[in-house]
Structures are given as C-alpha cells and as structure tokens.
C-alpha cells in the first residue's frame, strides 16, 4: 500500500502516544478510546507500511527502523497541523489574510502610504494594491474583484457602503512663468484664451473641470487637449503647454516647490470627498474588516492636508 494515499492522522496518534507512554493502555486513555482501539491502529498502520513498527520483544516500546521513519512523519504533520490551527485562527479573528484594495489613479499618491502605515502593525495581512483609472475601477467593483476601495466618486448603480476620509481639492495649476502666475484675481475672459489639459472623457477630473468650465457661463468653447495621465499632465504645465484642473494631491510636491502654481481663480479650489468603498452585498472577511476600521480610525493622518 502506499503510506501517503492509506495512514490516517488517528494511526500516527496511536503510535506516538503508544511511544511516549509505554503503554497501550495510558496511550488510549490520552487519547479517549480504548485499548482495542489503539491496538487495532498499530496493526493497520503495520498493515500499510509493510512491516513492524514496533519492537514487542522487552519490556518497553521500542521504535523499529520504520517505526522511527513514521514517528518523525508524525511528529512533522502535527507541528503543521498546530501551524494551520495557529494560521485559520489568525484569518478568522482577522491577525492575517489577504485583503485587495482598490485606488482610483489620482489616490496613487497617497494609497501605498496607507498600505504601508497598516502593515507595520499589521504583519500578517497581505495587502494587494491596484490602481486603475476610474472607470476601470468601477468596472472591477462591479465584477467584486476588490475588497476596498478609495476613490472620489462612488457609482451610484452598484450597491455599496462608503465612509468619508476627507477632503479632497482640486486646484488650477500653472508654472511659475506663466502670465497668469501671482495675479491677485483671475476673470473668466483670462481663461477663455488659456488651454486646458485634462485627462480622458469620462474620468473623475475630468468631469469636475468640464463641470467647472460650464459654471462660468461664458458659453466659450475651450482648447481642450486630453493627455494619459496626471505625471503627464503635470509635466506639460511646467513646461508651459497650458494649464490644468487638477487634484492638488496629485501635485503636493510640486505646489511645495514652487515648480507648479496654484493660480488664485474665483470658484477654486473645488472641494469633494475620498471614500472608502465596499460592496454592501458582499461581506467583508475579517482581514478586511481589520484593515477598513484601521483605515477609519486613523483617516486623518493617512489623508494628505
């Protein structure tokens, strides 16, 4: 017979117990059955490995060269099995797991500080970090790809349960050098001849400065020119291609050192909310319940000011 597909735990119990009492009577009494029990074990056990696992011929138990094979077999399942109760009991009162956390491209920023804030009390959970643009990242929501989420927006045809972080502004930014950079107050008719750059139809920055341009009521059609990403958009102002709506967590660094300019324009900043996000249909395991109340407790030093 083949030991692996045939032993069974309760026939590596016997024969330990059996070993390390002497006894095949405080061998079954240790493990609650009787003596018939564990003798009716080590033979099976005999049966499948072929040969003796025990010397009967003194007065004490003595392991036979097989024996000793499958003693240490034993002893090895047990500290694995001891390893996977210490590991199930981990996962259930969430100590560890695996939690998939969602960031929209404008969270980028500052999502891996909150990964990494929690996993330096946190060990033994496993964050997995993904970051889409928005659309990409509603689309996975919908398909319960995440566990958590940040973003800006949550979708309203997905149902859901969101917590506010905080605040999240967004400013019109500008180089240094450029002709509306320091001016005290900026009209719309200034505007009106800038070009803006702005990420794809359909993302969330995008949206808030068409929404934005729209509320000045001029009726101008803007020079609008559509580039892939914020570092891409960032790049193009401070080279003076033209200005941009931005959020001003996506450019932190650059507004503190004077390469990019917040310019003073009447109805900015605009300010909306970040959220952390999950399904309400979904229940959430307990690593992830461990890492969302971690993230709600501690909000206001994980959210950039």
């Known amino acids: 017979m083949t030991l692996s597909k045939n032993v069974s735990i309760r026939q590596l119990k016997a024969l330990a117990a059996t070993v390390r009492l002497n006894s095949v009577t405080e061998a079954a009494r240790a493990l609650g059955v009787t003596p018939p029990a564990i003798s009716t074990q080590l033979k099976l056990l005999e049966t499948i490995v072929g040969g003796a696992v025990l010397d009967r011929s003194s007065d004490r138990f003595i392991l036979t060269e097989i024996g000793r094979e499958v003693l240490d077999a034993a002893k090895a399942i047990e500290q694995t099995l001891i390893k996977t109760d210490q590991r199930v009991a981990a996962l259930r009162s969430g100590a560890a797991g695996l939690v998939v956390f969602g960031a929209v491209s404008t969270a980028k920023y500052f999502a891996p500080a909150i990964v990494a804030a929690f996993q330096k009390s946190n060990p033994n959970i496993r964050i997995k970090l993904i970051v889409g643009n ?19 927006r949550p979708p309203d045809h997905i149902p859901i349960e969101k917590f506010a972080l905080g605040e999240h502004p967004h400013v019109l930014i500008s180089s240094p050098n450029h002709m509306l950079a320091g001016r005290h107050e900026i009209t719309t008719i200034d505007l009106e001849t800038e070009r803006f750059l702005a990420r794809e139809p359909g993302s969330g920055t995008r949206l808030l400065m068409e929404r934005f341009l729209e509320r000045l009521g001029t009726g101008h059609r803007y020079d609008i020119v559509q580039m892939g990403t914020n570092e891409t958009i960032k790049q193009a102002v401070m080279a003076g291609l033209g200005i941009a709506l931005i959020s001003a967590h996506t450019c932190l660094s650059e507004l503190h050192d004077g390469r990019l300019i917040a310019l003073n324009t009447p109805g900015l900043p605009v300010i909306r909310q970040w959220y952390l996000v999950h399904r309400s249909d979904h229940p959430l395991s307990a690593a992830s319940n461990t890492f969302k109340t971690y993230v709600l407790e501690h909000r206001a030093e994980l959210i950039p000011r």
């Open 134 to 152: 928005r659309e990409d990242i509603i689309e996975g929501l919908g398909r319960n790809e995440f566990d958590l989420l940040i973003m800006g």
